[in-house]
């Protein structure tokens, strides 16, 4: 056995002293003090560097982390589905307001753009801006996220079955189911058969903006009215290219009838009698304000005028003279003539229908009726009768908001209490959701399948270009479940459409020439024109006088009050956005003590609001007005309290709506004035050559003369500004874009703004950005007040506005300046100029020093002062730029510009480029046509024209070339800068506004 | 030319003779009072370098401090947020930041024109103003820089600006605006003057390296004057770069606000469209530059204890350049609304009623009243020569320069072409924060300079000692000689004053000049 020889490493291991067998087992068996804790348990110098280097490390990677966002690609991609390619699907918008046929815009499967369909008979692919805004409401994170009980969350199944025993246990108490209007025969349909398994159940349909004593004048129906077929329409009281009824339609209606032909120029003559000063009101050859009391009186006056039978009432002198001469060129136009009435009162509506009747507009100028007006006023009013005396087991409202618009919202509440069941299908919690037991959640229109009936015979569909966003249940769907019919909507429609090429109608959107699906009950209780004249005729109230009338943004019932498109969208007369105002004269403004911004609280019908004062030109002396639809408390965070509710003070007289009262009292609330937040302040154009008008007549004798064309003194005499220039032309060898704007046609509806700051992913920026002169909006639509008589006048009293002065309104985006001022300023050279003639901007290259925008003498630029994509004082209005739901809206061929950033319209340069590579795929030019901007495409009028100015077959060639020296016109020509956009001098055909206004003196009150 | 007078000096000495007991009459009032000696020269100034601060020199610095911090609040909410913290808008887009930027500029040109120009024009009563005037120019323009920058949406993309070789392929800056203009034309301006006055202070900084005691003071300042001898190469080489310099600044005074103006001229705004924007700029720039000289100088003088030195014909003559400016400034006025009428186009001349009657009427009256009617009273040579009046009136020019500068900005901008994009503006807080915060900044660097740095130019003062002081004769309020002092009548007070503790230079060179 061999001996055990020992190593050993020092004295201490050979002697195994204590201390070292304690260490052996360590990594270091020396003491060394770098290992491990200091005896005073401080940290070691290693564990130190150690803790620093991760410490100092995780804190580098900390800070270096971007914040993710997920996008998850497509497991199985669908075969049409491309992430940069749009597909179109044919829809149709109807919120209960207004009818548009559209097409959506569809990107990586979600719907990012609303146009019009080009198919439809009705809309003509025109647009309205709510119809525009209504992209940004499905993604409104205000919406209801799925079913709700008792305000809690709960599934459909827990909610179906209480819903369906609580019906079952309503006994022998009605049932009701209040609606607005409803123009889906398939839904009448469901409603149908839910009322067949529920023997007590009715159905109340009253819309919020009510139409009842017009149907009722005319069997239940919306006459329909053919204005482009009219040379002479009389409007009393009926904003018809604004809100009344289906502005879109009769919109494009109208412009057929205005825009101008160079050989035998022909336009049709509009009077208006209204209280305030409407859209349609501005675009009025002659115009005469009258109380709203009177509005009667004007059509007793008209109907005694050219049918016979009295009503000669003087009203005031200018209503009397236009009336006159109304009633005599209605006479002349038999069978060209239209008269239409926008009040809700039934002895003008029969006045009125039957003075159509006599002067042949039946067949003519009036066709085939439209049904987008079904509500019964005095069916409302009485079910609110019933809920409150106890008659009622269950309510169930959808496509309304009694608690918010109904003028008895406080009895309507109260009625509620009453009720068993009370169940809502509102698309969020609203005023009246709040008040009901279940919310059923309707889903948004570009959910749903559905269809729809604007116009008898004329059909049109609406399919879902997303799937659900939310767990929503479409609310006929939900109604034949409680029927227990449980076939999904869609085959239920499928089966109602069995006759009709279905493939066909979802392609196209529309379908055409059928018999009609729809039935209407036609509203009782018609009146004899005799009795409607003598009631008609009675005199007008006294006092102050209110009116509440429809917006042109908002529009009635406040449905898109949570949309900030159309919060921050400019009142297109008043120019005021995100709030309602109590419009005053400024004269009564002055009787009452008050300025602009002061409130006030106004008292009608026993009731009052307090709201601010603006000082709004073309009011009727003595009458006041405020927009409907405002004031929600339950809109969400956008909406509520966004103005104050004018619900309220609608006067219920004789089972029927009158939205105004008489008698109303003004009296200054006790609140700190506050600043309007108008986009235009200043109101008259004085005195330049910026928007340029003349009349049918001169333009008749000399159409060369209708435009006045600057020109500059040199030493050879004065000479076009074009010919004085030290720049050396642009010479565009390839295309070179251009728009031509009508005025003629241009009525103010701002369409195209929307349809802009959708397209063009422009930001909004709150109510105190806009009292701040900072809104975003590329394409602005300027509103000029002008008075009759052109005297010369000294600077301040030039900025006053005549009392009732004529109005024009010019759209105004960049005019892509080809001498442009802004190019040469920019020390960067973020804006240049394109081989094609636009003005561009590079975002990226932008510093911010905003000499471009000052040297812009169009002031067309707009700049971004904060990040409104991620600062939060703009969380709220600008949600679409900040949330994921809201980004969903955001088109991705447009950049979303970042803080310091200069922006301005492009020409939608991005839809341009598409226009070309398509044309490029396949080999040849773009078409004529074929590239649109999205303000021209959105224009219901046509007024935008956009083009190849290169092309010489292009349409805008061919006009460029006919209206040179005639109508067309450069704004500022004086400048020679040289824009891309030009304009046509607005015709009017109003020369007998001036021989009315002659007569009338006193029309303008000392500043 | 600097050498040139020295030699003359020289000569003059050389010839006085020994015996000479004759007084002469002055022809010009002496630009140095007091009977000063070079020894005396070198304390009354270098003291202020020395001594430890005063109470007042540092409640002066609290203050302005103070207001830089107003100044850092303000700044961290503009670069935090945006510049949508301003009062700006859609139609006015520059404000309050553009009227303090060309403000601040024009404030900058005194100091250029003291020590160029009149240097060319061997105005000597110019050596006891140039260095402070100098130090303005430099920190006035170090304010007004800040705001083109600041005004930026994207201030840290301001290196954009420069025509600096990049990766962004064809990306180069545009030759054709004028802000480009501006970047060149102030950067070689800050230069320019920074270098020249730094030049004119080495020698100072050497006398008072000789001087200090401490070692921090010895170590900083024989750092600060570079190694400076004082010998007659080195002289000769000073002569010779300040003559250059002189020379390279005086084309920089007309071209730095003739090229600020041409922001605004070149634009097609009317109000801004105007060719008579060049020399009217750079007139108010030197009314409102000497303005700010008188401000300081005023306060600095009573201060400092410095009468002696910067006299009351110093002050006198400046306010003949004020009023010279101012007048011309009126005439450009006048001469404005003169052409609107007379150019016949509608929105030019809506653009001056509206100037005069507008929304912004008060501002320009004020700006009428301060810098066209206020400069009219230097007629009288009793308020030319008081003191208290020129300071008021020296603060009334500032205020109305400034509101020049609003008044073209702001009247013109707000009421262009459009009138539906007509607005009113009005700053926000932070907007005149910043601006009360360059005043803090400038303040603090104007304090600073006069603690530790000189503030007049000793070498240059004892240049004129001989051919300009009133030696032994105690000079009133108006310049007048009152009668004889000393019991000798009247030898030559410099070869009184030429000995081993007349200074640093005295035992470094035999030149006098280094005194």
């Known amino acids: 056995m061999q001996e055990t020889i020992k190593y050993w490493k020092g004295y201490e291991e050979l002697e195994q002293h204590p201390e070292f067998v304690q260490h052996a087992h360590n990594e270091f068996p020396e003491f060394l003090p770098l290992a491990e804790k200091n005896e005073d348990g401080g940290t070691s110098r290693r564990d130190f560097l150690k803790l620093m280097g991760f410490g100092l490390g995780a804190a580098t990677l900390a800070s270096c982390e971007a914040p993710v966002r997920k996008a998850i690609p497509w497991l199985n991609k669908p075969e049409t589905v491309d992430p940069t390619i749009s597909n179109f699907y044919a829809s149709t918008y109807f919120t209960g307001n207004e009818y548009v046929a559209v097409l959506v815009k569809n990107r990586d499967g979600r719907p990012i753009k609303v146009e019009g369909n080009p198919m439809s008979p009705v809309t003509k692919g025109g647009t309205s801006a709510r119809a525009q805004a209504s992209i940004l409401s499905l993604y409104d994170e205000g919406r209801a996220r799925g079913p709700m009980q008792g305000g809690k969350a709960a599934d459909w199944k827990t909610v179906d079955a209480a819903i369906r025993q609580q019906l079952a246990a309503a006994g022998g108490k009605t049932v009701a189911l209040v609606t607005g209007t409803i123009i889906s025969p398939t839904t009448k349909k469901a409603i149908a058969e839910f009322a067949a398994r529920y023997p007590s159940f009715r159905h109340v349909m009253y819309d919020a903006n009510s139409a009842s004593a017009l149907l009722k004048a005319n069997g239940g129906v919306v006459p329909g009215y053919d204005f482009s077929k009219a040379d002479v329409v009389v409007s009393i009281g009926a904003d018809f290219l604004g809100a009344w009824i289906s502005p879109v339609e009769y919109s494009w209606h109208w412009a057929q009838k205005r825009k101008l032909k160079r050989e035998n120029p022909e336009m049709s003559r509009l009077f208006q009698f209204e209280p305030l000063l409407s859209l349609t009101g501005a675009n009025a050859d002659v115009r005469a304000a009258v109380k709203p009391s009177q509005l009667p009186a004007v059509a007793a006056a008209l109907y005694g005028a050219v049918v016979g039978g009295g009503g000669g009432a003087s009203i005031n002198k200018t209503a009397d003279s236009a009336i006159a001469r109304a009633a005599e060129e209605l006479k002349g136009a038999r069978g060209r003539a239209l008269v239409v009435c926008g009040t809700n009162d039934l002895a003008s509506q029969t006045l009125v229908a039957d003075l159509n009747r006599a002067l042949g507009a039946e067949g003519a100028t009036i066709g085939a009726p439209s049904y987008v007006r079904q509500g019964d006023d005095a069916a409302m009013l009485a079910l609110i009768q019933q809920m409150n005396a106890g008659q009622v087991g269950a309510v169930l409202v959808a496509g309304c908001n009694p608690a918010y618009d109904h003028p008895q919202a406080a009895e309507f509440k109260a009625g509620l209490g009453q009720v068993g069941l009370k169940v809502s299908f509102a698309d969020r919690l609203d005023e009246t959701a709040k008040l009901c037991d279940f919310l059923t959640p309707d889903a948004h229109y570009l959910e749903s399948w559905n269809d729809f009936e604007p116009r008898r015979g004329s059909l049109s569909l609406s399919q879902p270009v997303i799937t659900p966003l939310f767990d929503t249940r479409q609310f006929p769907e939900s109604l034949l479940h409680w029927a227990g019919n449980n076939t999904s909507y869609y085959d239920y429609l499928r089966t109602a459409w069995a006759g009709i090429n279905w493939d066909q109608a979802v392609h196209d959107g529309v379908v055409e020439g059928g018999a009609g699906l729809l039935t209407v009950t036609a509203q009782t209780n018609p009146m004899s024109a005799a009795a409607a004249l003598s009631a008609a005729g009675q005199g007008a109230g006294s006092g102050t006088e209110l009116v509440i009338y429809e917006s042109v943004q908002i529009g009635f019932g406040g449905i898109e009050a949570n949309n900030p498109w159309l919060q921050e969208l400019p009142d297109p007369i008043s120019k005021n956005t995100w709030e309602n105002y109590l419009a005053v004269p400024r004269a009564l403004a002055k009787t009452v003590g008050v300025e602009q911004g002061d409130y006030v609280s106004v008292t009608a019908n026993g009731k009052s609001i307090t709201l601010p004062v603006l000082l709004q030109p073309g009011m009727e002396a003595n009458t006041v007005a405020v927009a409907m639809g405002y004031g929600r408390t339950a809109a969400g965070k956008v909406g509520d309290n966004a103005g104050a509710n004018a619900y309220p003070l609608v006067s219920v007289s004789d089972g029927g709506l009158i939205f105004g009262a008489t008698g109303v009292k003004i009296a200054k609330a006790d609140k700190k004035r506050t600043e309007l937040a108008q986009t235009q302040t200043h109101h008259t154009i004085m005195d330049r050559l910026v928007v340029q008008e003349s009349t049918l007549s001169k333009y008749r004798e000399n159409r060369n003369e209708v435009t006045e064309y600057e020109k500059l003194a040199t030493a050879d005499g004065p000479q076009p500004p074009s010919r004085v220039s030290l720049w050396q032309d642009y010479a565009y060898n390839n295309h070179h874009w251009g728009m031509v704007i009508d005025l003629n046609s241009c009525i103010g509806c701002s369409a195209c703004t929307v349809a802009c700051q959708a397209e063009n992913n422009v930001a909004v920026v709150g109510r105190q950005e806009v009292v701040n002169r900072r809104e975003m909006s590329w394409l602005r639509i300027d509103r000029y007040y002008t008075a009759v008589d052109h005297e010369a006048k000294d600077y301040t009293t030039m900025e006053d506005a005549a009392d009732q002065p004529q109005v024009v309104f010019q759209p105004l985006m960049c005019q892509h300046c080809n001498h442009a001022p802004c190019e040469t300023v920019c020390p960067v050279l973020a804006t240049t100029h394109s081989t094609e003639g636009l003005n561009q901007m590079t975002y990226n290259r932008c510093v911010g020093t905003k000499y471009c925008a000052n040297n812009c003498p169009y002031k067309v630029r707009r700049f971004n002062w904060f990040s409104y994509t991620d600062d939060d004082r703009f969380a709220t209005a600008n949600a679409h730029m900040r949330s994921d739901l809201g980004r969903m809206v955001l088109n991705p061929d447009v950049t979303v510009r970042a803080r310091g950033v200069m922006e301005k319209c492009s020409m939608c340069v991005q839809r341009i480029q598409l226009g070309k590579l398509d044309a490029k795929k396949e080999k040849r030019r773009p078409k004529d046509g074929e590239i649109v901007t999205a303000c021209a495409q959105a224009c219901p009028t046509e007024a935008i024209l956009f083009g190849d100015m290169a092309d010489p077959e292009s349409r805008i060639t061919k006009v460029l070339n006919e209206q040179h020296r005639e109508r067309a016109f450069h704004v500022l020509e004086e400048l020679n800068v040289q824009p891309n956009i030009t304009y046509l001098t607005k015709i009017r055909n109003g020369e007998v506004m001036d021989s009315i206004i002659k007569k009338d003196a006193g029309k303008k009150q000392p500043a | ?515």
């Open chain 2, 1 to 515: 030319m600097v050498s040139n007078r020295f030699y003359q000096l020289k000569t003059i000495n050389h010839q006085l003779p020994s015996t000479a007991m004759h007084y002469v009459s002055p022809l010009r009032p002496p630009l140095v009072t007091g009977a000063k000696t070079y020894h005396d020269v070198t304390h009354d100034i270098a003291r202020h370098v020395e001594n430890p601060p005063n109470v007042r020199w540092l409640a002066a610095l609290v203050v302005s401090l103070l207001f830089v911090g107003i100044f850092m609040y303000s700044l961290y909410r503009t670069l935090w947020f945006g510049i949508g913290e301003w009062g700006l808008n859609k139609t006015v887009d520059w404000g309050w930041d553009i009227t303090n930027f060309v403000w601040w500029v024009g404030i900058g040109h005194a100091g250029t024109l003291i020590s160029a120009v009149l240097l060319l024009f061997r105005q000597k009563w110019r050596s006891s103003i140039n260095r402070a005037a100098e130090a303005m120019t430099i920190f006035a323009v170090i304010c007004a820089a800040m705001f083109p920058v600041i005004h930026m949406g994207r201030p840290w993309l301001a290196l954009w600006f420069l025509p600096f070789q990049n990766t962004y392929g064809p990306l180069w800056v545009n030759f054709n605006s004028p802000l480009l203009w501006d970047v060149f034309a102030i950067s070689t301006y800050f230069s320019v003057s920074l270098v020249f006055w730094y030049l004119g202070l080495i020698p100072d900084f050497a006398t008072i390296r000789d001087r200090a005691t401490g070692p921090i003071a010895k170590y900083a300042y024989a750092f600060l004057s570079f190694g400076w001898t004082g010998s007659a190469k080195h002289w000769s080489r000073y002569e010779y770069v300040s003559l250059i310099l002189a020379g390279i600044s005086t084309p920089l005074v007309l071209s730095v606000h003739t090229i600020v103006s041409m922001d605004f001229a070149t634009s097609v705004i009317p109000g801004w469209h105007t060719t008579i924007f060049p020399p009217y700029f750079v007139a108010g720039a030197i009314f409102s530059g000497f303005a700010m000289v008188l401000t300081l100088m005023i306060v600095t003088r009573e201060t400092f204890k410095l009468k002696d030195y910067i006299t009351l014909e110093h002050i006198e003559s400046m306010n003949i350049i004020i009023t010279v400016t101012g007048s011309i400034v009126g005439v450009a006025y006048i001469t404005e609304f003169f052409i609107a009428w007379y150019s016949q186009v509608p929105a030019e001349q809506y653009c001056f009623i509206n100037r005069a009657t507008g929304p912004y009427w008060w501002a320009y009256a004020s700006m009428m009243t301060c810098n066209v009617v206020s400069p009219q009273l230097f007629w009288f040579r009793s308020l030319r020569r008081n003191v208290i009046f020129t300071f008021i009136l020296s603060i009334f020019v500032n205020i109305g320069m400034w509101f020049e500068r609003f008044v073209i900005i702001v009247t013109s901008l707000h009421r262009d072409y459009l009138p539906s994009s007509w607005v009113m503006y009005s700053p926000t807080y932070v907007e005149v924060g910043i601006f009360v915060g360059t005043m803090g900044i400038f303040m603090t660097l104007f304090l600073l300079f006069a603690k530790f740095f000189p503030v007049i130019n000793m070498f240059e003062v004892k240049t004129i000692l001989k051919s300009s002081s009133m030696p032994g004769v105690f000079v009133d309020e108006q310049g007048y000689a009152l009668g004889h002092g000393g019991s000798h009548g009247n030898a030559v007070p410099a070869q009184h004053a030429v000995g081993p503790t007349a200074g640093a230079g005295a035992y470094h060179a035999p030149d006098a000049t280094s005194h």
